[in-house]
C-alpha cells in the first residue's frame, strides 16, 4: 500500500523572495503547478512548522519547507488522441521523439495529457509489467527533456529491454548546454546519485547514492557557455543534470540544480535525448536511432553563437 511520503527542504538565497508554489511547482518536476497549490490550500505544506495554505507566500533565505504527498491513488491510464512523433515502431517496440513539457506517464497532478496517454490510443495495447498507471514504460526522460524515449508493446520486449538497461548496454546520447567553458574536450563523472540531504525535492551527488557514470564530450564553446554531449552509463534521475552541476558545469536553463533566474527566459534545462540504440528485442539486431534538437533549442544556440 502506498503511504504519504515528506519531502524537506531549505530554501536558498536563489529560491527567496518567490511564491511557494511557484518555488515548489519547479522543485516538484512531475507534480502540476495547479496540483501543488491544491496541496497548499489542504494544509500540505508548512514553513518552519507552520501550516501555510496560502499560495502566495513569499519564502526567505533559511526557511524549512515541508511538503507531504499524499499516496498515490490508483489511475489507469486512459487513450487520448495526443499527436505523437514517431521514430520507429513495430509489433514489439515503439520509439518516440518526446517534446519538452510532455510527462511520460501519469503522476499526481498530471493524470492525462501524457505521452503513455497518447500510446495507449496510438497503439491500442502496451506491455502490462508496470502496470495499469505507467504501461509499456521501461525508462523515462524528465517532463522538460526532449527526445527519443523507447517503450514496450509487449511483455516479451519490456523484459529485453529492462534487463539492457540493467546491465547498460542501451546507448543513450544527450545534447546539453552547460554553463562556462570546459577545460577538457572529454570526460567522465563517476559519482554517486541519491537523495539530496537537504533539499528531498532534488538529487545530488551522496556517498550512499546509487552508482552513476555519465561520459561527455565537448561539442562547441561560447562566451561562457559550452554545448556537449553526454552518453550515460547509468540512467539515475537527473543524473546529467547532478552530474554536470556536480562539477560546476550546471545546464543552462536549469532552475533546480542552477540558478532560479536563467537567461533568454528559459525556464527548464538546455537538455536533449539525441540518440537512442538497443538490440531488438525479438530480432537480435542492433537499432539505433537519432533526433536533431527541437527548434526552441537551436534558437538559444544560434543566439549564443551570436554573443
Known amino acids: 500500500m502506498n503511504e504519504a511520503e515528506k519531502y524537506t527542504f531549505y530554501i536558498d538565497d536563489e529560491h527567496a523572495g518567490q511564491r511557494m508554489d511557484g518555488v515548489l511547482s519547479l522543485l516538484m518536476e512531475e507534480a502540476s503547478r495547479s496540483y501543488i497549490q491544491k496541496l497548499i490550500a489542504s494544509g500540505n505544506v508548512s514553513v518552519d512548522g507552520t501550516v501555510l495554505t496560502s499560495k502566495k507566500e513569499k519564502l526567505k533565505t533559511g526557511q524549512c519547507v515541508e511538503l507531504i504527498m499524499p499516496p498515490a491513488e490508483p489511475c489507469e491510464a486512459q487513450p487520448e488522441d495526443i499527436p505523437l512523433d514517431i521514430v520507429y515502431e ?3 517496440v515503439i520509439v518516440v521523439n518526446k517534446p519538452k513539457g510532455m510527462v511520460v506517464h501519469p503522476a499526481a497532478g498530471n493524470l492525462a495529457g501524457t505521452l503513455v496517454n497518447g500510446l495507449l490510443y496510438h497503439c ?3 506491455s502490462n509489467i508496470n502496470g495499469v498507471e505507467r504501461p509499456g514504460i521501461v525508462h523515462r526522460i524528465d517532463k522538460d527533456t526532449s527526445g527519443l524515449l523507447m517503450a514496450a508493446k509487449t511483455d516479451l520486449a519490456h523484459r529485453s529491454l529492462s534487463e539492457q538497461l540493467a546491465v547498460h548496454s ?5 545534447r546539453a548546454v552547460v554553463y562556462f567553458n570546459l577545460k577538457d574536450e572529454s570526460g567522465t ?4 546519485v541519491g537523495r539530496d540531504p537537504k533539499n528531498r525535492l532534488r538529487m545530488a551527488v551522496v556517498p550512499d547514492g546509487k552508482h552513476a557514470v555519465t561520459h ?3 561539442v562547441e564553446q561560447f562566451s561562457g557557455f559550452s554545448m556537449i554531449t553526454a552518453r550515460l552509463e547509468t540512467g539515475r534521475t537527473h543524473q546529467i543534470r547532478v552530474h554536470m552541476a556536480s562539477i560546476h558545469h550546471p545546464l543552462l536553463g536549469d532552475t533546480v540544480y542552477g540558478a532560479a533566474k536563467q537567461p533568454y527566459g528559459l525556464d527548464s534545462q538546455m537538455l536533449h535525448a539525441e540518440i537512442l540504440g538497443f538490440v531488438h528485442p525479438r530480432t537480435g539486431q542492433y537499432m539505433e536511432f537519432s533526433a536533431a534538437p527541437p527548434p526552441e533549442f537551436m534558437t ?5 553563437r551570436s554573443r
Open 216 to 218: 561527455y564530450r565537448l
Open 170 to 174: 542501451v546507448t543513450r546520447m544527450y
Open 300 to 304: 538559444v544556440v544560434e543566439k549564443l
Open 124 to 126: 491500442g495495447a502496451l
Open 90 to 92: 513495430d509489433d514489439d
Open 189 to 192: 563523472i563517476d559519482a554517486p
